[in-house]
């Protein structure tokens, strides 16, 4: 019986299995780094904002980004309705954003006055697209942290990242 060896080419396509396989392992193994956990908060977070501004022009009345503290997340509120029957008439549920897990807000915003209804008016979207910024606030996660404030003239949401100073 003749003992036939294996070819450089088919060795090198086993090597090369071997090394596709493993890094899909690692990267599915390791997680999300935290950068990326603050990126896709992040974004999250702007385009819960800018939902909101676009339902504001559409239905062209103000609507108030509010931040339950309890609750651990943001609302679109009308602030000519009560809190329960904001979004009741259109038919669609309430625009609502979770505060991810292990996610912190700046003590500045949860030690603001809140109001009757135990929540912190964020963000005010005007009929017109334009904003009224009541205050800047800061999302962090680990020691990174991502400073967010609204253009009063466009309304649109600007983020800054940064590294967290504790």
Same mark, same amino acid.
């Given at each position: 019986m003749v003992c036939r060896r294996?070819?450089?080419? *088919?060795?090198?396509?086993? %090597?090369? %299995?071997? /090394? %596709?396989?493993t890094t899909l392992a690692v990267s599915?193994? =390791?997680? *999300?780094?935290?950068?990326?956990k603050l990126r896709n908060a992040s974004l999250g977070f702007e385009a819960y904002c800018a939902r909101v501004r676009y339902a504001a022009? *559409?239905?062209? @009345? &103000? +609507?108030?980004v509010a931040f339950d503290? /309890? /609750?651990r997340r943001f609302t679109a509120e009308e602030p000519e309705l009560p809190a329960e029957n904001t979004f009741s008439g259109d038919g669609r549920p309430p625009l609502v954003w979770e505060l991810?897990? &292990?996610?912190e807000l700046d003590t500045e915003m949860l030690n603001a006055e809140t109001g009757e209804n135990g929540t912190v008016e964020v963000f005010r979207f005007f009929s017109d697209g @334009?904003?009224?910024? @009541? =205050? *800047?606030? %800061?999302? =962090?996660? =680990?020691?990174?942290? +991502?400073r967010f404030a609204v253009s009063p003239l466009t309304g649109l949401?600007?983020?800054k990242e940064e590294e967290a100073v504790l």
């Open positions: 294996f070819t450089l080419l *088919e060795l090198m396509v086993v %090597i090369a %299995i071997i /090394a %596709i396989t599915t193994f =390791r997680g *999300e780094s935290p950068a990326q022009m *559409e239905n062209g @009345s &103000d +609507r108030v503290p /309890a /609750a991810p897990a &292990d996610f @334009s904003a009224n910024a @009541s =205050r *800047e606030f %800061i999302l =962090r996660f =680990r020691k990174l942290q +991502r949401l600007l983020a």
